[in-house]
């Protein structure tokens, strides 16, 4: 499963998550869920042949995917008050 950072994720699986959501009314961009997980994608092609970070448990992948998010811009899934599914360029620009 993509979201247990065990492999990259394959945009067939993401897009079967964003589906869900929007049946839920959880409104999505699909072009900026795509360059996300593209993002997503080759960051764990670089660290998935590392030992040290196959160890880490889930939310510690996850820990390591934002904090190297934040050095450079991309696109980063938040979830706001209202529970909205936003996607910022970076987190200390982030405006939710």
Known sequence: MWMDMSEPPC?????A???YLREKGVPMDDVKCFDQ?????KF???CNSDKE?????????WTKYF???????????RTT?????????SLSQCKC
Do not use: S, Y
Not at 11 to 15: A, L, P, Y
Not at 67 to 72: G, I
Not at 81 to 89: G, Y
């Open 11 to 15: 945009w067939n699986d993401v897009e």
């Open 17 to 19: 998550c964003i589906k």
């Open 37 to 41: 997980v593209a993002n997503l994608k």
């Open 44 to 46: 764990l092609e670089r």
């Open 53 to 61: 970070f196959i160890g880490l448990q889930v939310h510690q992948k």
């Open 67 to 77: 904090e190297k998010a934040k050095e450079k811009p991309c696109m980063l899934l």
């Open 81 to 89: 008050e209202d529970c909205t599914v936003r996607l910022c360029t």
